[in-house]
T-cell receptor
Framework: LAKTTQPISMDSYEGQEVNITCSHNNIATNDYITWYQQFPSQGPRFIIQGYKTKVTNEVASLFIPADRKSSTLSLPRVSLSDTAVYYCRALSGGSYIPTFGRGTSLIVHP | DSGVTQTPKHLITATGQRVTLRCSPRSGDLSVYWYQQSLDQGLQFLIQYYNGEERAKGNILERFSAQQFPDLHSELNLSSLELGDSALYFC?????????????FGPGTRLTVL
């Protein structure tokens, strides 16, 4: 099965850029890497997904190197409302079982 | 609102009992996924159904079972409950059977086993 590893927690301040890196091995070669955001007592919500290089949408950027053994979620100019847990998700190679990291708890301070 | 509904929102029961959690996917989504989230384990994939058929199986205990019905709603049955089964149970749905497509998560069912 794939194994995904991400930092347990991070702290930042309003207006700063935050980068959260997830390492993942044994992932499916033909699937996207996806990041989710979760607030307390809610289900995870899709943020962004990518296959290789860089993807950007209105809320975040995602950087994936050519070997796809890691991915970095970049949140520009965070605000207090970005305080949440962030998960990376990949599919296990072969079995296609979705594997989530343990989540990174981001706390944004005023 | 993701469009995925789960009932009940909260469930409190005793050890040894059996419960059923229900999930209705977004309109048009054929895949349903079940996850267990506990404080020390994060999001653990349990099982996936695609258009009524089991597609992938994760760390699902033998005491747990699931099915997807012709109208595409799904039920997760948990039996012989133990204290350690207390957790948040999420259902997610997606259009495709594997890969690529985004999963939309429901609000979850919080199960407390006393």
């Amino acid at each position: 099965l794939a194994k995904t590893t991400q930092p347990i927690s991070m702290d930042s301040y309003e207006g700063q850029e935050v980068n959260i890196t997830c390492s993942h091995n044994n992932i499916a070669t033909n699937d996207y890497i996806t990041w989710y955001q979760q607030f307390p007592s809610q289900g995870p919500r899709f943020i962004i997904q990518g296959y290789k290089t860089k993807v950007t949408n209105e809320v975040a950027s995602l950087f994936i190197p050519a070997d796809r053994k890691s991915s970095t979620l970049s949140l520009p100019r965070v605000s207090l409302s970005d305080t949440a847990v962030y998960y990376c998700r990949a599919l296990s190679g072969g079995s296609y079982i979705p594997t989530f990291g343990r989540g990174t708890s981001l706390i944004v301070h005023p | 609102d993701s469009g995925v509904t789960q009932t009940p929102k909260h469930l409190i029961t005793a050890t040894g009992q059996r419960v059923t959690l229900r999930c209705s996917p977004r309109s048009g989504d054929l895949s349903v996924y079940w996850y267990q989230q506990s404080l020390d384990q994060g999001l653990q994939f349990l099982i996936q159904y695609y258009n009524g058929e089991e597609r992938a199986k994760g760390n699902i205990l033998e005491r747990f079972s699931a099915q997807q019905f012709p109208d595409l709603h799904s039920e997760l049955n948990l039996s012989s409950l133990e204290l350690g089964d207390s957790a948040l149970y999420f259902c997610a749905s997606s259009v495709a059977g594997a890969g690529v497509s985004e999963q939309f998560f429901g609000p979850g069912t919080r199960l407390t086993v006393l």
